[in-house]
């Protein structure tokens, strides 16, 4: 009797190959090709966990990160966020990259890192990523720009990078930030303002609506001094849209205070034109029901005294 296996019985033996596995084979290729990249491995530093879960990180390990757009932080809110890191600890990780050394470079979260070392705390969670300067500094800005308390210079600053450093359009920043695509454009636009209005914007004394509204001044000079005006008198947003729109048409504002409104009663409003021709001054009537009050407007002394010749006049007669 031979040992040895007859053919059937070694076909028996391997196991068949389900039919799908070229498919599956090639389905493969491109993870084969292209595999996912995992952080590099640098001394003394742990590597991301295999489970995913965030390691615990030193503070002193964390470099700040060189594309944040970011330049002022609220410290009542920052003083705010220690306190809670205090009682309850980091609730969400940060992001951080490898560098050489053993060292990590921050891609998202430097206000829970500055609230922690505030807390006295000496590590905090973070999650490790590879990835290149370029998706490093795409991620703090999308980042950033996603959030409500950058203030407007900081997202026109933040737009302006994704544009010049990869070539987005306004519809594609739109797209990643959950913004308009009018409003990106309007953000982009502060940048046109002089440093010195900017700074302005930046610290708060002139908000969004504002310098929108002094951006249709034609020189840096009428930008200046409106922006010095506003902020004197403390002028709303709507106070500036007319304060401007005045400097630009300056025949139409002229016109529109030697011409007082009519009032809506015809009647009324051929006394009131009847009186400006008598007096030569400007004379406003209100007229409630038949009640109301009588405006003379007088621009100087001796309009005054004209006006006090002319009734005298009237009631001599």
């Given amino acids: 009797m031979s040992l040895l296996p007859?053919?059937?019985?070694?076909?028996?033996?391997?196991?068949?190959?389900?039919?799908?596995?070229?498919?599956r084979a090639l389905g493969r290729g491109l993870e084969v090709l292209l595999p996912q990249r995992s952080a590099p491995a640098t001394p003394g530093a742990p590597s991301a966990a295999p489970d995913g879960k965030p390691l615990d990180i030193s503070l002193d390990l964390i470099e700040r990160n060189p594309y944040q757009t970011r330049t002022t932080f609220d410290e009542g809110k920052l003083e705010e966020l220690a306190r809670?890191?205090?009682?309850?600890?980091?609730?969400?990780?940060?992001?951080?990259?490898s560098l050489p050394g053993g060292r990590y470079q921050l891609i998202t979260g430097e206000r829970r890192v500055l609230a922690s070392r505030r807390a006295g705390?000496?590590?905090?969670p973070a999650i490790v990523r590879a990835v290149s300067d370029e998706q490093a500094m795409e991620m703090t800005i999308v980042e950033n720009l996603q959030r409500a308390d950058l203030n407007p210079i900081e997202q026109a600053r933040a737009y302006h990078r994704l544009?010049?450093?990869?070539?987005?359009t306004q519809e594609q920043m739109a797209v990643r930030t959950g913004k308009e695509r009018a409003s990106v454009a309007n953000f982009l636009r502060l940048l046109k303002l002089p440093e010195s209005i900017q700074a302005k914007v930046e610290s708060g004394d002139l908000s969004f609506g504002h310098a929108r509204t002094l951006l249709a001044l034609p020189t840096s000079e009428q930008i200046n001094a409106a922006a010095q005006k506003v902020i004197a008198l403390?002028?709303?947003?709507?106070?500036?849209?007319?304060?401007?729109?005045?400097?630009?048409?300056?025949?139409a504002k002229?016109?529109?205070?030697?011409k007082p409104a009519l009032p809506a009663d015809p009647n009324v409003g051929e006394a009131q034109s009847r009186?400006?021709?008598a007096l030569g001054l400007k004379v406003r009537i209100e007229d409630k029901k038949g009640k109301g009050r009588v405006i003379i407007e007088y621009s100087g002394l001796e309009d005054f005294d004209a006006l006090l010749t002319a009734l005298n006049a009237q009631g001599s007669e």
Avoid: C, W
């Fill in 254 to 258: 002229a016109a529109k205070l030697d």
């Fill in 234 to 251: 403390s002028m709303s947003v709507r106070q500036t849209e007319t304060y401007v729109n005045g400097l630009l048409n300056p025949e």
């Fill in 275 to 277: 009186l400006q021709r």
């Fill in 163 to 168: 544009s010049t450093d990869f070539h987005m």
């Fill in 121 to 124: 705390k000496e590590t905090i």
């Fill in 84 to 97: 809670s890191i205090t009682a309850s600890g980091v609730v969400q990780p940060i992001v951080v990259r």
């Fill in 6 to 23: 007859t053919r059937n019985e070694t076909q028996a033996a391997v196991p068949a190959e389900p039919k799908d596995s070229k498919r």
